[in-house]
């Protein structure tokens, strides 16, 4: 039987997930199990190929899958702990049965806004997480998630859900003139881009540049006024190009667990304009110090939030703060929350 520490179960080996299992196993013994293969619906370089670990595709394996789960917990591995990905999958579910609740850990990207906690729903997580002695937990309104769902278990805020790649903080320079907003995502219902497109129709002077694919993207193209363009998809090493040629970034989603692009944006020196539903609003967005939240309650709150940062001054401020970040020292405050395993 093999000694390990950590055995992690994930959906899919994102980048970002990658990277910070990557750093884990530089002073942990992990062992990782994904569950599915790359989606089709996203960009080729969305999955990473620098894997570093010991790892398994679940999907891939032929014959029966819990009965390998069943011998890799019980046979080929000691394991210390079992961080799971959320409750979302049978094979979560199995594991957190067969794990004692002991060594079981949940990682909690949902938040209190989209996640039912009523009905058969509620019922059903609140029985899974009596399973659970840990929680990793992105931000606030995914702690709010776990008190509303009667946790009793330790609560562990991670501040992320994944180390994106980094580039050097860019120096502040100050701006006259901010006309060149941009959106990077799913072109997709829950994003909120028609209220988006709304908003940039109705204000000619400014420029929106959207970058991402999704099935709204024909219907979304009609409505788009001669200052909005499509770029379609941008692969990693290059999207860093388009953050740095804009001056604000918007994210003005319905639903969005945590927002990983909030943190590349600010890494890239944007200012940024989210949604009061965005996972990290309350954690990564300082009104007035770095961006803007806006209430989706309020049609006229995004179109208000816009304007505001138009002004250079006001822009400035905002801006100088975010030049002085270090993204790598919050990486490494990150990735240093899932070395409490006892």
């Known amino acids: 039987m093999k000694q390990i520490d950590v055995i992690f ?10 990277n910070l299992l990557n750093r884990l196993c530089e002073k942990k013994r992990v062992f990782v199990i994904f569950l599915y293969e790359m989606n ?30 069943w011998r890799l917990l019980k046979r080929d591995y000691s394991y210390r702990s079992l961080i799971l990905s959320g409750w979302d999958s049978f094979y979560l579910w199995f594991l957190a049965f067969l794990s004692p609740k002991s060594k079981n850990a949940v990682v909690v990207e949902s938040t209190y806004y989209e996640s039912s906690i009523r009905g058969l729903r509620g019922l059903l997580k609140r029985f899974f997480l009596k399973r659970i002695y840990l929680a990793y937990a992105s ?3 995914h ?7 009667s946790f009793s278990g330790k609560i562990i805020k991670t ?3 994944g180390v994106f790649n980094y580039v050097n903080q860019p120096s502040f ?11 990077v995502g799913r072109l997709s219902e829950e994003k909120n881009l028609k209220l988006l497109i709304d908003v940039f129709n109705s204000l000619p002077d400014l420029k929106l540049n959207i970058i991402g694919f999704g099935p709204q993207e024909e219907v979304l193209k009609k409505m788009a006024s001669f200052n909005i363009s499509f770029l379609g998809a941008i692969s990693n090493d290059k999207i860093f190009h388009y953050y740095q040629s804009n001056d604000v970034f918007v994210l003005p989603s319905k639903s969005e667990p945590w927002g990983l692009v909030i943190e590349e944006a600010m890494n890239n020196g944007l200012p940024v304009i989210v949604s009061n539903k965005v996972g990290c609003s309350m954690d990564l967005v300082a009104e007035d110090v770095n961006g803007i939240r806006f209430d989706l309650d309020d049609r006229n709150s995004l179109k208000n939030a816009v304007l505001k940062i138009c ?4 822009y400035n401020v905002l801006a100088k703060n975010i030049s002085c970040y270090n993204f790598e020292e919050r990486s490494q405050k990150y990735v240093a929350s899932f070395f409490y395993m006892e």
């Open 9 to 18: 179960v994930t959906p899919l080996p994102a980048f970002y997930k990658v």
């Open 143 to 149: 702690i709010e998630l776990l008190k509303l769902l």
């Open 139 to 141: 931000g606030e309104p």
């Open 311 to 314: 002004n250079p001054i006001y």
């Open 159 to 161: 501040k992320g859900v």
């Open 40 to 69: 089709s619906r996203r960009n080729k370089d969305f999955v990473s190929q620098g894997i570093k670990f010991d790892y398994v595709i679940l999907s891939k394996l032929q014959g029966s899958r819990l009965i390998y789960l």
């Open 173 to 183: 320079v100050y701006k006259t003139q901010i006309r060149n907003f941009l959106y």
